[in-house]
């Protein structure tokens, strides 16, 4: 039923700078997982889409934003699967919908729209009576893909990584991906997260109790760098425009514009910094996050050709 994606590759990256400051970094590919069901949101999703057939159920409800990598690959993989999808979105209905809600749409996924107010109260009785009536019976996935059973899938990603390495990094944004990680490293490693959030105050809070449950363990491996959103979540600058620009004509790896680009420009910047020691290898996390570009058609235009 659930056949393997097959594991995604590891590429070793070959840059001036690198070689420059004796620093390793691999770039573990999960943007390549599967066309449609990329990058950490099908790894978070995986352990949730096995549970649900467990226990029989047929549909699946989630949240999102109307450029949301996560209901795009719900989307996908709930078709892909044979699950009936409702998608719960942030916003008005427009006319024309966002290219990621379009692909939602002839994925089969049903999209009902909440305002501001209104989804501030997504998760309330009210809301989850009516959707009951109207839909029948569905398991919930929180915005964003993280809850404990999203743990198990990320921590595979641990598992296929098959080269000796020191540092691992992810981008950060509700946690789920770098709580995953410190799940299976058992407090192997340096762990560092970027956060595409600004003042995302209590982010190490959440990824600690995310650890705790699914552990039993309490690990202080990891780091998570908040100086790297770029003024917030999906705030762009002409500099971070730039870095992806550059880092494509290095490396020929595309990287997304609210998160893996973000991480990266993070990692260089450490690196020329000195903050790690010669000989370090570094394995950053792909996580995908490309069909967010489809939002911004002409930058990817301009950055791009
Ligand atoms: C959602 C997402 C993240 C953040 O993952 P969390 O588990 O929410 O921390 C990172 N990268 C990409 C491309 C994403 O779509």
């Known amino acids: 039923m659930f056949a393997q994606f097959d594991a995604s590759p590891l590429q070793q990256l070959h840059v001036e700078l690198l070689k420059e400051k004796g620093v390793e970094l691999w770039l573990k590919r999960d943007d390549l997982l599967h066309p449609e069901v990329q990058g950490n949101k099908w790894r978070k999703l995986k352990y949730n889409l096995i549970n649900a057939k467990d226990k029989g159920m047929e549909q699946l409800l989630t949240f999102g934003g109307p450029f949301s990598n996560h209901v795009y690959a719900t989307a996908a993989a709930a078709n892909l699967y044979g699950f009936k999808s409702i998608g719960i979105i942030r916003g008005y209905e427009s ?3 966002s290219p990621t809600l379009a692909f939602a749409k002839s994925k089969g996924m049903q999209l009902v729209f909440l ?12 809301f989850f009576k009516e959707w009951e009536n109207h839909f029948g019976p569905f398991v919930v996935i929180p915005e964003g893909g993280t809850n404990l059973s999203a743990l198990p899938g990320v921590a595979e990603v641990v598992k296929e990584i098959d080269i000796d390495f020191d540092v691992l990094c992810t981008a950060c944004g ?5 709580a995953g990680l410190l799940a299976q490293l058992n407090n192997q490693k340096q762990v560092l997260g970027f956060s595409s959030l600004k003042g995302d105050g209590d982010l190490a809070q959440t990824v600690d109790q995310l650890v705790l449950d699914y552990t039993g363990s309490r690990f202080n491996n990891y780091v998570i760098r908040n100086e790297f959103h770029f003024g917030g ?4 600058t002409s500099e971070l425009m730039q870095f992806i620009q550059s880092f494509k004509q290095k490396t020929g790896v595309l990287l997304d514009l609210v998160y893996t680009g973000k991480m990266m420009y993070g990692i260089f910047d450490l690196i020329r910094k ?9 394995v950053a996390l792909h996580t995908g996050g490309l069909q967010g570009w489809s939002g911004y058609p002409d930058m990817r235009k301009l950055v791009l050709d």
């Not at 509700?174 to 770098?178: H, N, P, V, W």
């Not at 000195?274 to 570094?282: A, E, K, M, P, V």
């Open 95 to 97: 006319a024309t919908l």
């Open 115 to 126: 305002d501001k107010t209104q989804y501030r109260e997504k998760e309330s009785d009210v």
């Open 174 to 178: 509700t946690g789920g991906t770098i």
């Open 233 to 236: 979540y999906a705030k762009i």
């Open 274 to 282: 000195d903050y790690f020691q010669r000989g370090t290898s570094i």
